[in-house]
């Protein structure tokens, strides 16, 4: 049986919500690898928005199990909140549908006051982070004093690892000028919560690897983009995690030869949000009308996306390091009515052409867009489901893309809407 891996090709906001919720009816279990409540993803069912940022999309789908992995840092607080707004919009989670890996770390209070004390910091440049804590949580993780939720179990053992780390953030905390942490109230709050956290988890490597020797299908759910890696991203104007395909194998404890298909997620120009070089960015009229047309307002801060063209040299770049197997391509119907389209096909620097994103971070903010002109089209292809439904000019664009980023389009959204789309290439397929 096919395991697909949905990944964001750019830099996050593509549609993996919209897409992973329409795979998900050909999926057994769907799991998230890493990131946590930074994510934000909007479905729409009909008359329904869900908006999630932990939970796994296909968590709005009955009959699936949803997977928490190993890789993402747990808010426990904000993971109790999210099932409370999503049971009260109808969907059922309890612990026969949602597993939690035992080996995630927690992200505390502190991490999200650490985060935004950084943030405020006017000698440092921000980086425009969602403020919530991810980057210090992972950061603990990795200086092996973080809490697991597998700690959450046992009080002496809760004790201990609280205690590691206040040594650590209350010295970083004083040099902040900010107060210590007070140890019993984190205690007394960790134990409170743990009784709400502790009947999803799971040994999620186990599950995982049973369900994949039983032939069932997994959907690996990918957060943010391929630019906001930790590794290839725009550094460090970036997350705190690896974003790229390979890290749905470390996320989860399955190795990597259980992936069949990688599906990039691309939107069919370019967004971002916080700080970070951008080199096709539009601070123009056509910017303003693809940031209305496509209500490009981030789900989780509410903060205005930047946006523009379309940069084939950025996915050509991601779709490599994340070996997407094809594409998903989202919001073309968002390029209705513009005249003239531009593809970013290059760079210039220093008087160079380049075809690739250099890693050093002043010469990606001086990288110079080089732009194609393709016609556009005047038809709409809002809520088109089949090929034939859309104008020859659409049909020009997106095959030039797929030309210039080197890798085909397997599936293609035309609105927000779960059945608004077009299947050409099926993931799942063996
Ligand atoms: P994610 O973080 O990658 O899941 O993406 P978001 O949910 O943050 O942002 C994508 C937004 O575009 C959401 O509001 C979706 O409902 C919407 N969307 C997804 N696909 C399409 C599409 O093909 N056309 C339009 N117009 N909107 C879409
Ligand atoms: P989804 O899954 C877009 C961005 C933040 C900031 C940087 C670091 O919805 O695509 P962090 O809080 O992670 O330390 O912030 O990463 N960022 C996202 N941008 N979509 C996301 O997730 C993002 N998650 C983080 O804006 O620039
Ligand atoms: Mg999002």
Request: glycine residues 10%; negative net charge.
């Amino acid at each position: 049986m096919a395991n697909v891996v949905v990944v964001g090709a750019q830099w996050g906001d593509e549609g993996k919500g919209k897409i992973v919720d329409w795979l998900s009816e050909r999926a057994d279990v769907i799991a998230r690898c890493q990131g946590g409540h930074n994510a934000g993803h909007t479905l729409v069912i009909g008359e329904k928005a869900f908006k999630l940022s932990l939970l796994p999309a296909g968590i709005v789908r009955g009959g699936k199990i949803s997977v928490i992995g190993n890789g993402v840092v747990l808010d426990p607080w904000h993971l109790v909140s999210e099932i409370e707004k999503l049971r009260g919009q109808g969907v059922e989670i309890t612990p026969e549908n949602l597993l939690i890996a035992e080996n995630a770390p927690l992200i505390l209070p502190l991490h999200g006051e650490l985060d935004r004390a950084r943030e405020s910091q006017a000698s440092v440049a921000k980086i425009g982070t969602t403020g919530r804590g991810i980057g210090p949580a992972y950061e603990d993780k990795v200086g092996r004093r973080a809490i697991r939720v597998a700690d959450l179990a046992d009080d002496a053992t809760l004790e201990l690892r609280v205690d590691r780390a206040l040594v650590h953030h209350d010295a970083l905390r004083r040099g902040l000028g900010m107060e210590p942490v007070d140890r019993d109230a984190l205690l007394a709050a960790l134990r409170e919560i743990a009784v709400q956290v502790l009947p999803y988890a799971a040994p999620v490597w186990k599950v995982l690897n049973e369900s994949r020797r039983a032939g069932k299908r997994i959907l690996f759910e990918g957060a943010q983009g391929a630019l906001l890696d930790i590794d290839f991203g725009t550094y460090p104007y970036v997350t705190s995690s690896n974003v790229i395909a390979g890290q749905a194998a470390t996320g989860t404890g399955l190795g990597p030869n259980s992936i069949d298909f990688v599906l990039g997620i691309v939107k069919a120009y370019t967004t971002r949000v916080g700080e970070g070089p951008f080199p096709a960015e539009l601070n123009d009229d056509d910017g303003q009308r693809l940031g209305e047309r496509g209500h490009e307002f981030g789900t989780v801060t509410g903060r205005k996306r930047r946006c523009g063209w379309f940069d084939a040299v950025l996915v050509r770049q991601t779709c490599a390091t994340s070996g997407v197997s094809g594409i998903a391509l989202t919001k073309l119907d968002v390029l209705d009515g513009f005249k003239t389209l531009k593809i970013c096909t290059g760079y210039e620097l220093d008087g160079q052409k380049l075809d690739y994103l250099p890693i050093a971070a002043d010469q990606q903010a001086r990288c110079t867009p080089v732009y194609e002109e393709m016609d556009g089209w005047s038809e709409s292809t809002a809520g088109a489901r089949s090929w034939n439904d859309l104008p020859a000019a659409a049909i020009k664009y997106v095959r030039r893309i797929e030309e210039l980023i080197q890798c085909p389009v397997a599936l293609l959204s035309t609105s927000p809407e779960r059945d608004d789309t077009i299947l050409v290439t099926d993931p799942f397929a063996d």
